[in-house]
């Protein structure tokens, strides 16, 4: 166990800082990896690993302005930099692993780099879960705009890609297709209107929880949360979880180990140099009689 302040610029194993901001963390065989944004250099999305979630060893860059391009099925668009050689966006990386194919497959919200119009989602695959992914472009779900966004995988293999839509007014949900590498319907249209960001699902004694944030931008705001007793059944309307500021995260994804429901938030230094700074924390969820409630602390045993 080690006990991390929540707020800060985690350390790696090695004392570097751990760059895998809005991200996610998938088990698998015997380790958890941890994916998440990483702007430095020519860098996207890194990759750390961890037997228990105290110690965090760095893995790879899994993505970068460098990466295979394949294109794949579904017409996407391949682009991996600007036409000036700048750098797109990535952001919100999730990472499922799909036993029908063995491919690890990646969903991110794709922007050109200089503005967030393009609103689009990106998917890239791999064999192993911390190779060199490659890319294959990015699209929008069914013409839709889609930005803020997460991933779910129901007990049956079922996945879902989860993403804020018609300029984050709504909250769209999609099944994926079998081998997880495409939409295969738009299952909801939720929140009309309650500009809901950052989502972030879980499943606790068989009911299915969502949390999000509101938007606006890098600034943290009151989280919500809404349940339902299939992914694609009814949603219940959305209910005020932590205070007016999340305490100071917006969503990144919900993680269950031994019996505990964590919620892994970013505190975002917000834009340019102090994106660079911004740090993680994990307040543990509460399950009571079907409500959810978030326990605030300063420090988290992991
Ligand atoms: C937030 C969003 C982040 C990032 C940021 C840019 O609302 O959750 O992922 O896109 O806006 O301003």
Not at 12 to 27: C, E, F, Q, S, V
Not at 44 to 71: A, G, K
Not at 185 to 191: D, T
Not at 260 to 278: A, Q
């Amino acid at each position: 166990m080690i006990t991390r302040k929540n707020g800060v610029l985690w350390k790696d194993m090695h004392g570097l800082p751990i760059h895998a901001h809005g991200g996610w963390i998938l088990a698998h065989n015997g380790y958890y990896y941890w994916y998440g944004e990483d702007r430095r250099e020519n860098f996207y999305v890194s990759c750390y690993r961890s037997r228990d979630l105290s110690d965090w060893e760095f893995c790879n860059h899994i993505l970068t302005t460098e990466s295979e391009m394949e294109p794949y099925r579904v017409r996407t668009k391949m682009q991996l930099k600007r036409d000036d050689g700048g750098k797109i966006n990535l952001e919100r990386p999730k990472v499922l692993y799909n036993e029908k194919t063995g491919k690890f497959v990646l969903w991110a919200h794709f922007e050109n780099g200089a503005d967030y119009r393009e609103a689009a989602v990106a998917i890239a695959s791999c064999r192993t879960p911390d190779g060199d992914f490659t890319y294959h472009g990015h699209f929008n779900p069914y013409g839709y705009m889609s930005r803020d966004c997460t991933l779910f995988k129901d007990d049956d293999g079922t996945a879902y890609f989860i993403s804020a839509s018609r300029d984050n007014a709504d909250m769209h949900m999609y099944r994926l297709s079998d081998d997880y590498m495409n939409v295969d319907a738009l299952i909801h249209r939720l929140w009309q209107g309650e500009y809901r960001e950052a989502p972030a699902v879980t499943k606790i004694h068989g009911r299915y929880y969502m949390l999000s944030s509101f938007c606006t931008g890098w600034a943290p705001n009151q989280g919500k949360y809404a349940y339902a007793d299939s992914m694609e059944g009814k949603w219940s309307s959305l209910m005020e979880i932590g205070d007016e500021t999340t305490y100071m995260s917006q969503p990144a994804f919900i993680l269950q180990k031994d019996g505990r429901i964590l919620y892994f938030g970013d505190r975002w230094g917000g834009n340019g140099e102090k994106y660079f700074e911004s740090g993680y924390v994990v307040y543990p969820l509460i399950e009571k009689d079907g409500r959810l409630s978030m326990q605030f602390t300063e420090e988290i045993s992991l």
